[in-house]
């Protein structure tokens, strides 16, 4: 009886710790994938709101993405190109350890979004594995998310602050919204994305 009891109570415990998912603004990384899912998303979980919009998914993990080019020389610098839904992709860049996108929409001009000047203030800083679309139809979307890490002073040892940056894509991409840590951090940035939008943000 002892024995069937301890299989049974270790089963349990295996199966707890397999459940586990990535917690809001931190906590568990969800593991590296070629197709992107809800599990690394900025917000995960993402659900029909009233307004109806929903969201898609795609990766952003430099790994999943096109090289276009690189320079590994003086701290070292590269551009990559990111499949997004219809009509739209992401230029990802990475120069002295921080990170910025330029939205490329299949149609119309290419726009940076400046998220080491407007978010980071000049900062350290490193984009999340993925790329949140939220829209009435997600294939052909109106906002995107994403997660950005920014480096506090190295000398205080605490960790970087993950914020929520959200974009406008129409007429043209620009930051709109940056959501700070705490609690309903996601739903807080779905709630921007699915009402009316702000002004873009200054740089």
């Known amino acids: ?57 795609t990766s952003i993990e430099p790994a ?31 120069s002295d350890l921080r990170q910025d996108i ?31 679309w939220r829209g009435v139809d997600p294939a052909n979307p109106d906002v995107l998310i994403v997660r950005l890490d920014v480096a506090r002073d190295p000398e205080a040892r605490r960790p970087d602050i993950s914020h929520l940056v959200l974009a406008r894509l129409k007429p043209t991409a620009c930051i709109v919204a940056v959501v700070q840590p705490g609690p309903g951090q996601n739903d807080r940035a779905r709630e921007i994305a699915d009402g009316a939008l702000p002004e873009c943000l200054k740089r």
């Not at 590269?78 to 992709?89: A, E, I, M, Q, T």
């Not at 001009?109 to 999340?128: C, H, K, P, W, Y």
């Open 64 to 94: 999943t993405c096109q090289l276009l080019e690189e320079n590994r020389e003086e701290g070292g610098w590269w551009r990559r190109l990111c499949k997004g839904p219809r009509g739209y992709d992401l230029e990802l860049s990475e």
């Open 102 to 132: 330029v939205v490329v929409p299949a149609k119309g001009q290419r726009d940076e979004l400046g998220l080491s000047t407007i978010v980071a203030n000049g900062a350290f800083n490193s984009l999340g594995k993925t790329a949140e």
């Open 1 to 57: 009886m002892k024995r069937n009891i301890s299989k049974t109570m270790a089963v349990a415990m295996l199966f707890a710790c397999q459940s586990e998912t990535p917690t809001e603004g931190g906590g568990k990384e969800a593991p590296s994938m070629t197709q992107a899912s809800e599990a690394d998303a900025p917000a995960a979980n993402a659900t029909a709101s009233e307004t109806g919009k929903r969201s898609q998914f």
